[in-house]
């Protein structure tokens, strides 16, 4: 019961913390809903650093993992909301914001887990 408290005490701050990056960032208006990719890519920065300090260190046990990286990070990140944008994109024909967003999301978000991990290893 503890661990399922911890994910959720986790990915509430998460997700208060994505809406908050979403309203203040989201605009689809100007095209690229930056507030999302914010939060996908420094989502992906933080569980890089959260994990590798985890094994690193040490000092991280399973309810700090759960807390941190399964809860803040699972509701800080969104994937459904990225696909749903991109949903968007397809069904009004707009492939010139669609296929960088997705390629941008990617390659940042994938590059920042490796970032976060590679930061820890020079601590």
């Not at 997705?102 to 887990?113: E, Y």
Request: proline residues 2%; positive net charge.
């Amino acid at each position: 019961m503890k661990q399922l408290l911890l994910v959720f005490f986790g990915g509430g701050l998460g997700s208060v913390a994505r809406y908050w990056i979403g309203l203040k960032l989201n605009n689809f208006e100007s095209g690229i809903p930056f507030g999302t990719l914010l939060a996908n890519v420094l989502g992906s920065l933080f569980i890089g650093i959260i994990l590798a300090y985890s094994t690193k260190v040490g000092m991280l046990n399973e309810n700090h993992s759960l807390l941190l990286a399964t809860g803040f990070c699972g509701g800080f990140t969104t994937f459904s909301t990225f696909a749903y944008e991109n949903h968007l994109f397809i069904k009004s024909g707009d492939y010139f914001t669609m296929i960088p967003y997705l390629a941008v999301s990617f390659i940042f978000g994938i590059g920042a887990v490796f970032l976060g991990m590679y930061l820890v290893k020079l601590i």
